[in-house]
């Protein structure tokens, strides 16, 4: 650690104001990484931190997870205070157990069963934006992303219509997207606080985690009996309660916890991919105009894909993703950490890590400054990612994690984002409205924008 360079810690908080300033951590710690070296160390309050966006660096720590390295356990912690014992959060065996039920109920076939929903869901955001191009007035794009990926995910968490979108007041569909800023607030806070003293936002928050209990409760007994049956489970909440032999059930609260960590991880990371592939759309007509063109061809008839082989074909809108993913990856680090002392080869030789170490992987770099890989880095193109001129699975380019726990909603989350952006763009001409302010970017445990608003007119042309 004495040897790394990295930028002069202050007494009490070390670097974390100067990591808050700007509101978007991550990109302060990518310019470190242009200071220092792609290896260096900040310090979190007192605590030194290994950063690193050497891409061999973090294939390696990614790789040789659950046993020589974990999630850091400081955000482990406080992930399982509000979503108890759920599969982002845990390790070792257990996580094993719980990656298998996560990873059965996202694959390929699942998500075919699974489409009739994000079908109608999709239908359903359709008709919303189409209100509003009739009223002419702002879309928070942001705002019906979230709400449409909630709909999506609760249906595939839970097997419940939660309709986020076309809810009013203060439900779910506007306490959910809360809870990233409120982990990033405790991840962050130089002590656990909310142990001693509940100020308000604390008290939000536990009546936010209170409602999706009584949510996850209601649909438990129906779950339980339809998987006594012997049936398939038809989302994650039956998978989880489904008896297996040689197994012990979970237990309710880990069933709980696992909801709701499915709630979560699928809600804020997808809508704000899908909100800024919109962005980037609005401030490229002519890409607009691309993706409109592919849609009227693959859609023909159909307003919105019916099925994962269609969302297969809309080639030019997954570009578009991928190309939002690497300008604007919304978990731009992955926080690790060493369970044993490791000593790994680094691009300007060994670097030790002691056990316990706190190492943070800066997943973001390369794929924004990679300029051998990516031409023109700064520079808004999804036709890099036609052709298979670039694969999608390999670093830097790695906006899902990598290695064994790797994100499991990969591929929904793909085909989400690719249905909203070619399903939109043929409907609607977007205007940008920066009438809140400039588009900007914030970072709160993951990474979303701000300000992000249009205005739609139905399609003339
Ligand atoms: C664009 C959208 C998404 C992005 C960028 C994203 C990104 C990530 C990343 C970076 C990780 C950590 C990976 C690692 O440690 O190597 C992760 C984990 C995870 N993601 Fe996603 N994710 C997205 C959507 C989803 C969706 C839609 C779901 C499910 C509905 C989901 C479920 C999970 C789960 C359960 C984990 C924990 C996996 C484990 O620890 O084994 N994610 N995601």
Redesign the pocket.
């Known amino acids: 650690m004495a040897d790394l360079p990295g930028p002069k810690p202050g007494l009490i908080f070390g670097n974390v104001l100067q990591m808050r300033r700007g509101g978007a951590g991550n990109r302060v710690l990518e310019g470190w990484a242009d200071t220092y070296g792609l290896t260096y160390r900040f310090h979190l309050a007192r605590r030194p931190v290994v950063a690193t966006a050497d891409p061999e660096v973090v294939d390696v720590v990614?790789r040789r997870?659950p046993d020589d390295f974990r999630?850091s356990a400081v955000a482990a912690t406080v992930i399982d205070e509000i979503a108890p014992h759920?599969?982002?959060?845990?390790e070792g065996d257990r996580?094993r157990r719980?990656?298998k039920v996560?990873t059965q109920s996202?694959n390929a076939a699942y998500l075919r069963q699974y489409f009739t929903t994000i079908t109608m869901v999709s239908g359903r955001l359709l008709r919303l934006w189409e209100s509003a191009a009739d009223s002419g007035e702002r879309v928070d794009v942001l705002d019906h992303m979230m709400r449409y990926?909630l709909d999506?995910?609760a249906g595939?968490?839970m097997g419940h219509d939660l309709n986020a979108l076309e809810s009013t007041g203060d439900g779910l569909h506007r306490r959910v997207p809360e809870l990233f800023p409120a982990f990033a607030r405790r991840i962050y806070a130089p002590f656990p606080y909310w142990r001693y003293v509940k100020l308000p936002q604390d008290r939000r928050l536990d009546a936010t985690v209170r409602e999706i209990e009584a949510v996850v409760r209601d649909r438990f007994a129906e779950a339980r009996e339809r998987m006594a049956t012997g049936a398939s489970p038809a989302n994650?909440l039956e998978a989880l309660v489904k008896p297996i032999e040689n197994e012990q059930q979970l237990s309710d609260g880990e069933v709980f916890g696992n909801v709701a960590?499915?709630?979560l991880?699928?809600?804020d990371?997808?809508s704000?991919?899908?909100a800024w592939a919109l962005h980037f759309l609005a401030e490229h007509p002519e890409m607009h105009q691309r993706v409109r063109a592919e849609a009227d061809e693959v859609l023909g008839d159909q307003q919105v894909p019916a099925d994962p082989a269609t969302v297969g074909r809309l080639r030019y809108a997954e570009a578009v993703?991928n190309e939002a993913?690497r300008l604007q990856?919304?978990?731009p680090l992955?926080p690790?950490q060493s369970l044993r002392d490791v000593t790994l080869d680094h691009r300007d030789g060994k670097l030790f890590l002691a056990e316990g170490q706190l190492i943070f992987l800066i997943?973001s770099y390369g794929a924004r400054r990679d300029r051998v890989r990516f031409p023109d880095p700064d520079v808004f193109r999804p036709e890099r990612w036609l052709n298979g001129k670039l694969p999608a699975e390999a670093l830097p380019f790695?906006?899902?994690?990598?290695?064994?726990?790797?994100?499991?909603?990969?591929n929904?989350?793909?085909i989400?984002?690719t249905i909203v952006v070619s399903v939109l763009s043929r409907a609607f001409d977007l205007e940008p409205d920066h009438s809140a302010g400039p588009v900007g970017e914030r970072t709160a445990f993951?990474s979303f924008p701000t300000n992000l608003g249009v205005r739609l007119r139905h399609r003339t042309d």
Do not use: I, Q
């Open positions: 990614l997870r999630r759920g599969v982002f959060a845990a996580w719980l990656r996560a996202l990926t999506v995910t595939l968490a994650f960590t499915m709630l991880a699928g809600e990371t997808t704000s991919t899908a993703v993913l990856p919304v978990t992955v690790s997943t790695a906006p899902f994690g990598g290695g064994p726990r790797f994100c499991p909603g990969r929904l989350a793909m989400e984002a993951t």
